[in-house]
């Protein structure tokens, strides 16, 4: 069974740093592309960054020069460095892969919290 396992989120003030980890197990990490998503409070979830195979990259417009999404291949781990952390980056953050067709379920994510 393919499982996903974020962690590495925490509580932080606004201008600082957190580095989240997702691991992947089974076959969809391997030569797909990957991507994290954000849920706030009330909110739907939202994508936030992917990544290809190769390492090709794409962000959200509000993730875009503060946030970096990497990979590992050989470990099958997904890496979101957060930078310049603000109260509306809050919310649990999720990876999983990045075409609806080929996601599994999502796991229990990573809670973020900015505070002001």
């Known amino acids: 069974q393919v499982q996903l396992v974020e962690s590495g989120g925490g509580l932080v003030q606004a201008g600082g740093s957190l580095r989240l980890s997702c691991a992947a197990s089974g076959s969809i990490f391997s030569g797909n592309v990957m991507g994290w998503w954000r849920q706030a409070p009330g909110n739907e979830r939202e994508w936030v960054a992917h990544?290809?195979?190769?390492?090709?990259?794409n962000y959200a417009d509000s993730a875009r020069g503060r946030f970096t999404i990497s990979r590992d291949n050989a470990k099958n781990m997904l890496y979101l460095q957060m930078n310049s952390l603000k109260p509306e980056d809050t919310g649990i953050y999720y990876c999983?892969?990045?075409?609806?067709?080929?996601?599994?379920?999502w796991g229990q994510g990573t809670q973020v919290t900015v505070s002001s």
């Open positions: 990544i290809d195979a190769l390492g090709g990259t």
């Open positions: 999983n892969a990045y075409r609806p067709t080929l996601r599994t379920a």
